[in-house]
């Protein structure tokens, strides 16, 4: 019995991981917008490598890493619905690892000079 349900799960995960693949940004986007309970889940598998070389470049290694690439994905599906053009969502995803990464290095390197913060 416990073997059965392992390759169940292996075989879940591999249709996932193809039905990920296949889904183009476009369909991934509209998807998203039409409230696919998946679709998220998609979207963050594709894009947190992205969304953490942006953070990264930003601001080395470290923790902050990981907090902006939730603050990333938080407020992408936040502002989902501003989305012109399904096709561009990967732009979409970096122009918001860049805003929220640059706030961040802006925010440090002001506690730096001991500037007071927002």
Not at 67 to 76: A, K
């Amino acid at each position: 019995m416990g073997i059965l349900i392992y390759v169940v799960r292996a075989r879940l995960r591999e249709s996932n991981h193809v039905m990920e693949a296949a889904q183009t940004d476009a369909a991934l986007a509209l998807s998203v917008l039409a409230g696919d309970a998946h679709a998220p889940g998609v979207t963050w598998n594709r894009y947190v490598r992205l969304v953490r070389q942006i953070a990264g470049r930003w601001l080395g290694s470290g923790p902050e890493v990981e907090d902006v690439t939730q603050e990333v994905f938080f407020r992408l599906f936040n502002r989902f619905a501003t989305l012109r053009n399904p096709a561009a969502l990967p732009g979409f995803v970096a122009g918001f690892a860049i805003r929220v990464a640059r706030s961040e290095h802006r925010r440090r390197r002001a506690a730096r000079r001991g500037v007071p913060g927002p």
